[in-house]
């Protein structure tokens, strides 16, 4: 049986994880930008500057929460990867 404090995950985790989420809601914040009445100049600071923000906070939360799990998230998130699960799991169905 597991103890209550075996259970919990450390805060510099949780501190990790959120960095990361948050990570991949700044990459996406870009997508609206032109959409703002900014200026030109504006528009490419604001898009600039998310961009590195999120590659920031998302090697910030990496090192917070372990190379393993970053990896397993960053390969869960990029595009090329979804065609394949998608594969892998019809391969699956077939078989069962």
């Excluded at 590195?52 to 397993?72: H, P």
Aim: proline share 5%.
């Amino acid at each position: 049986m597991q103890t209550e404090s075996t259970n919990k995950k450390p805060l510099r985790y949780k501190i990790g994880m959120f960095l990361i989420i948050s990570s991949f809601i700044i990459w996406v914040t870009p997508l609206g930008i032109p959409f703002l009445p900014l200026s030109s100049k504006m528009k490419v600071i604001s898009i600039t500057s998310c961009l590195v923000l999120a590659e920031v906070a998302f090697w910030l939360g990496a090192i917070m929460v372990g190379k393993e799990v970053a990896g397993k998230i960053r390969k869960y998130f990029n595009p090329k990867n979804w065609r394949k699960q998608h594969e892998e799991k019809q391969e699956d169905e077939k078989e069962a």
